[in-house]
């Protein structure tokens, strides 16, 4: 990619991942010679960012933001607006403001190969991501010639603790009493004081969840049993809402209980696996055992409150999901994959798309040749080792994100090598 200073580069950032990320790179792209400004829409927004003169606060009324928006680019010359999470409304509107105006936009998401990567693109994430559209032989073409094996998912997140605490702390910000945000309005639909409450609760059950993930874990080990592993999403993921198929949780455990009632065989068992950062405002457990019954599988079915997912995986014969990005664990490990929603792995080489009872009866597993160009390419353009909630790992991403940032290029821009193989035709595996 060509690459350039910043200093003909005017930087907008709007709302970060929790903690101080956002603010540990506008420092980054000063130091590079572009201006850079914060929008804050909250005291958390605020509270976390180090350079106040460059600070725009947004009061106004959430149905004036586009206009807002507009006039802020406007004023301040904006280059460049920058982001986390394309889906929650004050950032889709301001994309769709910067996209009218000419004004590059960039997106910043949770890794596609988590645990231990970010993500970087260019106008939209997730199922508004480039990678949506490009095909696996066209990423072949790209990185031309065999190339050195990527390297392994670790086993464990690393920045959970840090993830958990930022969360709660900025919650606690943005309860705090002000005029100036009096009209802000959080984008998962309950108040802030009760995701505050939800921070503190995850805090003070984890010990509980630990030893309940021991107990559930050492049955399945110990008894033997193949088991289908279930890939559990928050129920206020964007992904989830915006890019899946099901009306919300509940749905999606209805159709996965139903149909492996269906089509698995009687030996097996299904495991659900919540999301690391589950926090208990919908009550899967109770819903789980519910379901089970309904279908008499109470002794078949499992809920796993969080934790590792490798050792899961590890033993699991398949792994069903809506479209969490947790796939690509499953993925790299050869395991067959079930994905309902859009996924920027959702590719036929990758995926099965056979009807779910019939997917447990008999899973189709992937053409692990097409993984390991599809991962491949994901590390080589928009996965960023490292991560937002931890000083080791921001540390990590600002090696490389200014610089991506700066250059003229998408990370996806294809450009064949001179070493590239003919275009290839990959075998559905199975």
Same mark, same amino acid.
């Given at each position: 990619?060509?690459?350039?200073?910043?200093?003909?580069?005017?930087?907008?950032?709007?709302?970060?991942?929790?903690?101080?990320?956002?603010?540990?790179?506008?420092?980054?792209?000063?130091?590079?010679?572009?201006?850079?400004?914060?929008?804050?829409?909250?005291?958390?927004? =605020?509270?976390?960012?180090?350079?106040?003169?460059?600070?725009?606060?947004?009061?106004?009324?959430?149905?004036?933001?586009? =206009?807002?928006?507009?006039?802020?680019?406007?004023?301040?010359?904006?280059?460049?607006?920058?982001?986390?999470?394309?889906?929650?409304?004050?950032?889709?509107?301001?994309?769709?403001?910067?996209?009218?105006?000419?004004?590059?936009?960039?997106?910043?998401?949770?890794?596609?190969?988590?645990?231990?990567?970010?993500?970087?693109?260019?106008?939209?994430?997730?199922?508004?991501?480039?990678?949506?559209?490009?095909?696996?032989?066209?990423?072949?073409?790209?990185?031309?010639?065999?190339?050195?094996?990527?390297?392994?998912?670790?086993?464990?997140?690393?920045?959970?603790? =840090?993830?958990?605490?930022?969360?709660?702390?900025?919650?606690?910000?943005?309860?705090?009493?002000?005029?100036?945000?009096?009209?802000?309005?959080?984008?998962?639909?309950?108040?802030?004081?009760?995701?505050?409450?939800?921070?503190?609760?995850?805090?003070?059950?984890?010990?509980?969840?630990?030893?309940?993930?021991?107990?559930?874990?050492?049955?399945?080990?110990?008894?033997?049993?193949?088991?289908?592993?279930?890939?559990?999403?928050?129920?206020?993921?964007?992904?989830?809402?915006?890019?899946?198929?099901?009306?919300?949780?509940?749905?999606?455990?209805?159709?996965?209980?139903?149909?492996?009632?269906?089509?698995?065989?009687?030996?097996?068992?299904?495991?659900?696996?919540?999301?690391?950062?589950?926090?208990?405002?919908?009550?899967?457990?109770?819903?789980?055992?519910?379901?089970?019954?309904?279908?008499?599988?109470?002794?078949?079915?499992?809920?796993?409150?969080?934790?590792?997912?490798?050792?899961?995986?590890?033993?699991?014969?398949?792994?069903?999901?809506?479209?969490?990005?947790?796939?690509?664990?499953?993925?790299?490990?050869?395991?067959?994959?079930?994905?309902?929603?859009?996924?920027?792995?959702?590719?036929? =080489?990758?995926?099965?798309?056979?009807?779910?009872?019939?997917?447990?009866?008999?899973?189709?597993?992937?053409?692990?040749?097409?993984?390991?160009?599809?991962?491949?390419?994901?590390?080589?353009?928009?996965?960023?080792?490292?991560?937002?909630?931890?000083?080791?790992?921001?540390?990590?991403?600002?090696?490389?994100?200014?610089?991506?940032?700066?250059?003229?290029?998408?990370?996806?821009?294809?450009?064949?090598?001179?070493?590239?193989?003919?275009?290839?035709?990959?075998?559905?595996?199975?």
């Amino acid at each position: 990619m060509t690459q350039r200073d910043g200093h003909d580069r005017r930087f907008l950032l709007l709302q970060g991942p929790h903690g101080p990320f956002f603010d540990r790179l506008g420092r980054g792209l000063r130091a590079a010679g572009a201006e850079v400004w914060r929008a804050g829409f909250n005291r958390g927004d =605020e509270s976390f960012w180090s350079g106040p003169e460059r600070y725009a606060p947004v009061s106004c009324p959430p149905a004036d933001w586009p =206009e807002t928006c507009a006039a802020l680019i406007r004023r301040l010359g904006i280059t460049d607006l920058v982001l986390y999470g394309d889906t929650r409304p004050v950032h889709a509107a301001a994309l769709e403001v910067a996209r009218a105006a000419g004004v590059r936009r960039h997106v910043f998401e949770e890794g596609y190969l988590r645990p231990y990567w970010v993500t970087y693109e260019r106008d939209g994430a997730n199922g508004n991501s480039a990678l949506m559209n490009l095909t696996i032989p066209q990423m072949a073409a790209h990185l031309g010639g065999a190339g050195p094996d990527a390297p392994a998912p670790p086993a464990r997140w690393g920045e959970m603790r =840090e993830h958990v605490f930022y969360g709660a702390l900025y919650h606690a910000l943005v309860m705090a009493p002000s005029r100036r945000y009096r009209h802000f309005r959080p984008h998962r639909g309950v108040p802030v004081s009760t995701e505050f409450a939800l921070h503190l609760r995850r805090l003070a059950l984890l010990p509980a969840h630990a030893a309940a993930r021991f107990a559930a874990a050492r049955e399945l080990q110990w008894g033997g049993f193949a088991y289908h592993l279930v890939l559990m999403q928050l129920a206020h993921d964007a992904n989830l809402r915006h890019h899946g198929p099901f009306a919300g949780m509940e749905a999606f455990l209805a159709s996965v209980i139903a149909d492996f009632a269906a089509g698995a065989p009687a030996h097996q068992r299904l495991v659900f696996k919540a999301h690391p950062l589950e926090d208990g405002r919908s009550p899967l457990p109770r819903l789980i055992r519910r379901l089970a019954r309904a279908h008499g599988l109470c002794q078949r079915v499992h809920f796993i409150p969080g934790g590792k997912l490798a050792p899961l995986l590890d033993g699991a014969r398949s792994a069903v999901t809506v479209n969490s990005t947790a796939g690509q664990q499953a993925l790299w490990r050869g395991l067959p994959v079930r994905a309902f929603g859009a996924a920027v792995y959702a590719k036929p =080489e990758l995926v099965s798309d056979q009807p779910l009872a019939a997917f447990f009866a008999d899973p189709r597993p992937p053409d692990m040749q097409a993984y390991s160009i599809f991962r491949r390419f994901l590390l080589e353009t928009s996965q960023i080792p490292g991560g937002y909630y931890a000083r080791r790992g921001r540390d990590q991403v600002m090696r490389h994100v200014v610089g991506m940032m700066l250059a003229e290029a998408d990370p996806y821009t294809l450009e064949a090598r001179p070493d590239a193989a003919a275009p290839q035709h990959f075998r559905l595996a199975g």
